[in-house]
């Protein structure tokens, strides 16, 4: 005797079928059209274990479940439906989709909200992650990964910005984590991640004592797992889109811009500076040792080509007034670069231009409506030492070549 339904699928229009297990869902969906439930009605379960709930059979095949059965979704994916799924948690809200949708994962940096971002596309029953963050965010990442629906198998392409450790530290110790993975960088940056000894040593005279605390440990990626881009438009199709890659020099030497054009966003990492939510206020991230302000103020010039009606800087979120927030970063790099030249030619210390800048930096900020303690927050993003010995380096190779 066949043993009793773990539960009952019900369309609005009355018309039941009965699964076993979470294995049988697809194919009680497909009683359920067979049986006479119309394709644009609801689906609701009955007191059974895998929670399907507010399902929609529509003609693009789209069914709402509940995250409980996503250690099966494969096999429910390929059902009869077509294959389209958005999932969703138990409080209704949308996780996964058929179409293609972008999240922001924030991965909670020395424990601060919204500093550094990882975002996530989904769908075509599949995920992408823009930037993996350090290696010391490594869990807030998957931790997200989880909370929107996507197991780590699902992930097939990780885009990286660029190499430097807030942006891709941790893609050494995803390898693993992410086994169908493929990681996308920039083919000035595609040794440092197969062998990242020379950046560890580089970041290493930067941050010193303090690079276990703010980035973990860095392990190398596999070259079996890389792809190196030119960033000449290569199209990488990804979670059920197309990204354009387009090198974007000016932070560093090997660093890329992805633009999806269905949602018209660009993921920037550091091109487009440092925002913070709910603020204007755009500060550039000048770090030493590859800040070329000149090639920063051409990729200016390429996102205006490129048009994109969202930025999305990794320091962090997504914003839609693009041409103010480019005018304002171009206007301020320039100041900065002339700020830091006067005063080494007045024979200042980097310790006291740092200082002086941080008082011109803040009362920009504040000038544009942000409270001081966003100064601090701004700072974990990239703080003034910093800044200005990026732009110093620069000035000084600029002077030489004179």
């Known amino acids: ?12 229009t009355g018309v039941t079928a ?10 009680a969906l497909e009683r359920l059209l067979h049986l006479g439930a119309t394709e644009s009605g609801g689906v609701h379960d009955v007191g059974g274990d895998i929670r ?19 250690t099966t979704r494969s096999k429910v994916r390929n059902g009869p439906l077509g294959g389209l799924l ?10 996964r989709g058929g179409r293609m949708e972008i999240e922001t994962i924030d991965l909670s940096f020395m424990g601060e909200r919204e500093i550094i971002a990882s975002f996530l596309i989904t769908g075509d029953s599949s ?21 929107h629906g996507v197991a780590p198998e699902d992930v097939a392409q990780v885009l990286l910005t660029h190499v430097h450790l807030d942006h891709a530290g941790a893609s050494g110790n995803l390898v693993e984590v992410l086994p169908n993975a493929t990681f996308y960088v920039h083919e000035v940056g595609y040794p440092h991640m197969a062998d990242p000894s020379k950046l560890l040593k580089s970041a290493t005279r930067i941050y010193g004592e303090r690079m276990d605390e703010l980035w973990g440990e860095t392990r190398p990626v596999p070259e079996d797992r890389l792809v190196a881009l030119k960033g ?6 990804a979670a059920g889109c197309v990204l354009t890659a387009h090198d974007t020099p000016g932070h560093a030497y090997h660093h890329l811009a992805f633009h999806e054009p269905e949602s018209g966003a660009l993921f920037a990492g550091d091109v487009a500076g440092i925002r913070l939510p709910g603020q204007s206020y755009v500060r550039p991230p000048t770090p030493p040792p590859e800040v070329d302000v000149e090639a920063w103020n051409r990729s200016i010039q390429e996102i205006r080509r490129i048009s994109p009606s969202a930025i999305c800087p990794t320091h962090f979120g997504r914003f839609e007034d693009v041409e103010r927030h480019l005018s304002e970063l171009e206007q301020r790099l320039q100041d900065w670069l002339l700020f830091v030249e006067e005063r080494i030619g007045q024979g200042r210390s980097q310790e006291e231009i740092a200082a002086e800048l941080k008082d011109k930096g803040d009362a920009e ?3 544009e409506g942000s409270g001081p303690e966003n100064s601090g927050r701004y700072d974990l993003a990239g703080n003034y030492e910093m800044l200005v010995a990026g732009i110093a380096r620069y000035a000084t190779r600029r002077r030489e070549k004179k």
């Open 127 to 147: 995920a992408a992650i823009v930037e993996t963050g350090p290696t010391s965010c490594m869990e807030e990442l998957l931790r997200g990964l989880k909370g």
């Open 365 to 367: 900020m504040l000038a």
């Open 86 to 95: 958005r999932f969703s948690k138990d409080d209704g809200s949308q996780t």
């Open 52 to 70: 399907v709930f507010d399902a929609v059979l529509t003609h693009s095949a789209t069914c709402l479940v509940s995250s409980r059965i996503c």
């Open 232 to 237: 000449e438009g290569e199209e990488i199709e």
């Open 1 to 12: 005797m066949r043993p009793e339904a773990s539960g009952t699928l019900r369309s609005d």
């Open 18 to 27: 009965a699964y076993w297990g979470v294995e049988d869902a697809d194919a």
